[in-house]
């Protein structure tokens, strides 16, 4: 069977061996699992042995690509890398944007999957159809940005995009991450510590192909009226206008933003951190592949352009840390995509290390001569630098907030902020009971984008401190965004079933319905619980820190605010209810019958319903 949207083809590497194979794609997962999200998930799962060595040669890289990615439809550019996370244990699928995977497609594949281990730095060369394995040694040691650079200048051609680690991914960094073209970012989980652990220093694609459509002039029409009446309408248009800095004035309006290590939900100088000081500085943007929103932003900052950081870089390091100065925010964005880091985990980390620094637990000779008060600047520097090149002190935090509590013999009840050891993002859930939940459930561990919840209550009409409906709200986001990622679709675009049936009938060639995509999405999100379950993952990890059910928030309108144990130990069973799993968390047999996610469950804890 062939459809379209596809190429049909993957290129699988070893390194250990550089052998280089081209398959067939497995067109029967198509229609159950449609690309991206799903497709890799599919991969990996039948791929990876259970409790495989994150960073061992086993592990994989799977760089994914949709039906729609290298197609006019607009915010589409994104794509994927999925890989079992060193930094949490989890299955991690972590996207990029920019033109690499319309570069992959016109390059002839579906695919890239990256097995196996080299003993010397190397980076793969894919254009046309062909896939090489070239040296990197003369790369290794070099921050991303003058990696990419130079292979782009080795190419002779600025077009190519390539991605790249830094030192982070190098030295083997569990929050390292994965640039793409200097502006775009893999951060969260770890995937850049994958291609270290390789020795794969980066990858170059550069395709002349185009994406055969089974009704390319159908798919056009719906394309451009979706452009015109959903991307480009009042729902959307804050991409295009601000970006997701806009997000900084809202969260701190409604007592979520996150401040001084989540002590508080307002920051006194969130208005120096805001979308209207990144207009200040606008030198540019830059769009996605066929993108009409162009919502990456370039500041100039003292003769500079570099990327604007989004919402999440500048609460965690900005009112998270205490810092109230744009400029120190967008020095460590941009340090943080040099070498090669998360920048939400690593924030996360520093306002860590402040915190303990105000309680006299570190002090300044503990921290290589940083006075590492919130709101110092200089320290937020220093110690991006530290933990990046996993140098000095950086070594006890480079790993991220749960591995420093280890080694430094603290309590994780009082200081882990995190699910499933990966630390949480800029929306205090105090304040947004949706986002506890939201967190507690998402398959990489904690983040926003699983199910944004807060949109419908911190920021919308929902009332914020209850529970009610959310386990609903949130398993419902989480299915509809497994499609979204699938496809690729950008988080910009608030799209929903019916708009992506539409886009997705032309390419295949027959009618999708709304209701075969809801499937669809409960099928990748359980298929992903499923592998997380083999690795031991259950209700237990389903939880969030102590912190949030023990200590209030301070000042705003979100005062006094923390979540309900109990009653959030309620939605939990009422969300396994909806998702028909059993009371620890772990898929009923019915439930995978009903989803025909037939696999091998012999790894799997006893399931209920046999």
């Known amino acids: 069977m062939k459809i379209g949207g596809y190429c049909g083809k993957i290129a699988r590497v070893n390194l250990s061996n550089f052998q280089v194979k081209y398959e067939d794609l497995r067109w029967k997962w198509v229609p159950e699992y449609i690309g991206g999200k799903g497709l890799g998930f599919r991969y990996l799962y039948e791929e990876l042995e259970p409790h495989t060595d994150p960073l061992g040669p086993k592990n994989k890289l799977i760089f994914m690509t949709g039906p729609l990615s290298g197609t006019v439809a607009p ?3 994104k794509y994927v890398v999925i890989t079992k996370s060193p930094h949490t244990g989890t299955i991690l699928d972590s996207y990029f944007g920019g033109t690499f995977g319309a570069q992959l497609k016109f390059a002839g594949f579906d695919a890239l999957i990256v097995e196996g281990r080299s003993e010397k730095p190397v980076y793969i060369d894919v254009e046309d159809g062909k896939v090489e394995v070239k040296s990197a040694s003369h790369l290794w040691g070099m921050g991303a940005y003058d990696t990419i650079n130079a292979i782009k200048k080795e190419k002779a051609d600025r077009r190519s995009s390539v991605l ?4 982070a991914g190098e030295k083997l960094v569990k929050i390292a991450s994965i640039n793409v073209d200097i502006i775009y ?18 990858i170059a694609v550069k395709g002349h192909g185009r994406v055969t459509l089974a009704d390319e002039e159908e798919f056009r029409r719906v394309a451009k009226e979706l452009t015109e009446k959903s ?25 979520v933003l996150t401040t001084r290590y989540f002590r508080s939900g307002v920051f006194e100088n969130h208005d120096k951190i805001n979308t209207d000081v990144v207009k200040a500085h606008l030198a540019g943007v830059r769009a996605c592949y066929a993108c009409p929103l162009a919502c990456k932003k370039l500041v100039k900052v003292r003769d500079r352009v ?3 950081p989004e919402y999440e870089t500048l609460a965690t390091a900005g009112s998270n840390c ?4 744009f400029e120190a925010v967008v020095d460590f964005n941009y340090l943080c995509g040099d070498l090669g880091i998360d920048t939400i985990s690593t924030a996360n980390t520093i306002a860590f ?14 921290l290589d001569g940083i006075e590492a008060n919130f709101g110092n600047k200089e320290a937020l520097l220093k110690l991006t630098d530290k933990i990046g090149r996993n140098e000095g002190v950086g070594k006890i935090f480079s790993d991220g907030v749960r591995a420093a509590i280890k080694k430094l013999r603290l309590s994780s009840r009082k200081y882990a902020i995190d699910v499933k050891g990966l630390e949480i993002p800029a929306y205090d859930p105090r304040g947004t009971w949706g986002m506890a939940l939201a967190y507690s459930t998402s398959d990489r561990g904690a983040c926003h984008l699983r199910a944004w919840a807060v949109s419908q209550d911190a920021f919308g009409k929902l009332e914020p401190k209850t529970f009610k409906g959310k386990p609903a709200i949130v398993k419902d986001l989480e299915d509809l965004n497994s499609v979204k990622w699938s496809l690729i679709i950008c988080d910009c675009w608030l799209i929903n079933y019916e708009e992506m049936a539409a886009l997705l009938t032309p390419v295949w060639g027959r009618t999708v319905k709304p209701n075969e995509l809801k499937l669809i999405g409960e099928r990748i999100w359980n298929l992903g619980r499923l592998f997380n379950v083999r690795e031991g993952f259950s209700r237990k990890d389903d939880m969030l820190p102590d912190k949030f059910f023990e200590q209030p928030l301070l000042g705003g309108p979100t005062n006094g605010a923390k979540v309900s144990k109990e009653e959030f130990e309620e939605a939990l ?36 319903g046999k």
Do not use: C, F, H
Not at 231 to 255: F, Y
Not at 576 to 603: Q, V
């Open 185 to 202: 970012n893999a951060g969260r989980g770890g995937a850049g510590a994958v291609m270290g652990s390789k020795k794969l220093k980066a």
């Open 353 to 366: 290390i402040m915190q303990l620094y105000e309680e006299g637990i570190l002090r300044k000779e503990d």
């Open 75 to 77: 915010a589409t550019g």
């Open 231 to 255: 991307v480009l309408s009042e729902a959307n248009i804050w991409a295009k206008t601000d970006g997701t800095p806009v997000i900084v004035d809202i969260s701190n309006a409604a007592g």
């Open 164 to 167: 790249a680690i830094g030192p």
């Open 306 to 308: 570099v990327k604007a």
């Open 322 to 325: 205490g810092i109230g100065d």
């Open 573 to 608: 069973k009422e969300y396994y209810a909806l998702r028909g799993w059993n009371m620890e968390g772990i898929p009923e047999e019915k439930t995978l019958n009903r989803l025909n996610l037939k696999l091998d469950l012999a790894n799997l804890p006893n399931l209920q």
